[in-house]
């Protein structure tokens, strides 16, 4: 390959790293043509982008961009392939989904501005919530104490309009 084609891959990959704020690194290396492809399907219908790379290239692009990600240096060896997301815990649920006798392995992740390096992290990163779900469940925390002065109005009005009822059907 001409250095110039490396160059161009290298940026690529950087512009991906910085376009999406969730990546994972899996091993491919042991995984048939068939099952491949139908983790490429399943990817494609979960909204995660897979890419095959070469370490050595995917090492370069790492170290160009601003941020340290020295601690997925290590977990570049064999053949790797890059998951990109939007929902941290979309490429782990699926992976987890799939994964059949430990492949396809994970090797590392970077989600939600953290390192997760090793295939016993796979728990820990399906357990991540989205920031929709996370702002969901404020809202509801948030909507639960005024739901309830307001149900405690509605009953006390209730309980009032019920006793002037009473008074008002009393003969005089």
């Not at 790492?62 to 815990?89: H, I, Q, R, W």
């Not at 728990?123 to 104490?145: D, G, R, T, Y």
Request: glycine share 6%.
């Amino acid at each position: 390959m001409r250095k110039e084609d490396k160059s161009l891959i290298i940026g690529k990959i950087a512009q991906m790293i910085q376009e999406h704020p969730h990546f994972y690194l899996i091993d491919v290396a042991t995984m048939n043509a068939a099952d491949t492809s139908n983790l490429r399907r399943k990817c494609f219908e979960s909204g995660v982008q897979m890419f095959v790379v070469k370490n050595t290239l995917l090492h370069k692009a790492l170290e160009t961009l601003e941020m340290d990600f020295s601690p997925l240096y290590g977990s570049l060896k064999g053949s790797t392939a890059m998951m990109f997301a939007s929902v941290a815990n979309a490429p782990a649920k699926l992976l987890k989904d799939i994964a059949k006798d430990g492949i396809p392995r994970l090797k590392a992740a970077y989600a939600e501005e953290s390192f997760y390096v090793g295939e016993d992290q796979l728990e820990a990163l399906c357990s991540i919530k989205s920031k929709n779900e996370l702002i969901a469940e404020v809202i509801a925390l948030l909507q639960s104490p005024a739901k309830n002065v307001v149900s405690a109005l509605q009953s006390g009005a209730n309980t009032i309009h019920g006793v002037l009822k009473t008074l008002g059907e009393r003969p005089e």
